[in-house]
């Protein structure tokens, strides 16, 4: 069993910067990719960025590419994800997600998720 808690969530500034956090509680967290989904009201859960096992491997979606950077550190058992030039459309519930995997970051994708946190919300004023 993994439990994941998300933090950093808030209001900010079209422009602004925010950085969200995962902690997660597992014996081997370093067999799990992690991900980051958001969904904004009234949209499904999609996948924003994930982390390989070892932090060597990224995938980010085209909107947030060159905005967001996921990193983790395994000792810590946390996963961060930072998000700068944020634009109204980032608005939603972010979500931090685990699946049991040595695979490319990739490998986290909606239906394949072993685990979810509860999330966090993040809202970008205009």
């Known amino acids: 069993q993994v439990r994941l808690e998300e933090s950093g969530g808030g209001v900010v500034q079209a422009g602004g910067s925010l950085r969200l956090s995962c902690v997660a509680s597992?014996?081997?967290?370093?067999?799990?990719?992690v991900g980051w989904f958001r969904q904004a009201p009234g949209k499904e859960r999609a996948i924003v960025a994930a982390?390989?096992?070892?932090?060597?491997?990224?995938y980010y979606s085209e909107s947030v590419k060159g905005r967001f950077t996921i990193s983790r550190d395994n000792d810590e058992k946390m996963v961060y994800l930072r998000m700068d030039s944020l634009k109204p459309e980032d608005t939603g519930v972010y979500y931090c997600?685990?699946?049991?995997?040595?695979?490319?970051?990739?490998?986290?994708?909606?239906?394949?998720?072993?685990?979810w946190g509860k999330g966090t919300l993040v809202t970008v004023s205009s």
């Open positions: 997600a685990a699946r049991h995997s040595t695979g490319p970051a990739a490998d986290v994708k909606l239906g394949y998720v072993d685990y």
């Open positions: 982390v390989n096992w070892s932090g060597g491997n990224t």
């Open positions: 597992a014996q081997s967290f370093s067999n799990y990719a």
